[in-house]
Nanobody, 121 residues
């Protein structure tokens, strides 16, 4: 069974920083392809924040450019989201996502449980 476990959320003041981590685990993991972060604010649809391919190519939402950085450690099956200059509008539940090829099952999307990020003074 594949699990994505997120950590690093919390309450931060405007202009502050947070670093989110998401580790994928499971004995049947064969290959982890694209990993990424999405977020969902109250009353809004889930939206892309940033994604990173297995080769390290990144895509960031316009709202994240210049403030957020996505990276990954393939040896640890972990993806990170460094968030700087946080704004109140960044408040949301942040979800980790990964496309994973699993032995005998093929390629599927997996989601973490979500971690709350609140930006408020």
């Amino acid at each position: 069974q594949v699990q994505l476990v997120e950590s690093g959320g919390g309450l931060v003041q405007p202009g502050g920083s947070l670093r989110l981590s998401c580790a994928a685990s499971g004995r049947s993991i064969f290959v982890i392809h694209t990993m990424g972060w999405y977020r969902q604010a109250p009353g809004k649809q889930r939206e892309l924040v940033a994604i990173i391919t297995s080769g390290g190519s990144t895509t960031l939402a316009d709202s994240a450019k210049g403030r957020f950085t996505i990276s990954r450690d393939n040896a640890k099956n972990t993806v990170y989201l460094q968030m700087n200059s946080l704004k109140p509008e960044d408040t949301a539940v942040y979800y980790c996502n990964a496309e994973i090829s699993v032995v005998l099952k093929g390629r599927s999307d997996y989601w973490g449980q979500g971690t709350q990020v609140t930006v408020s003074s």
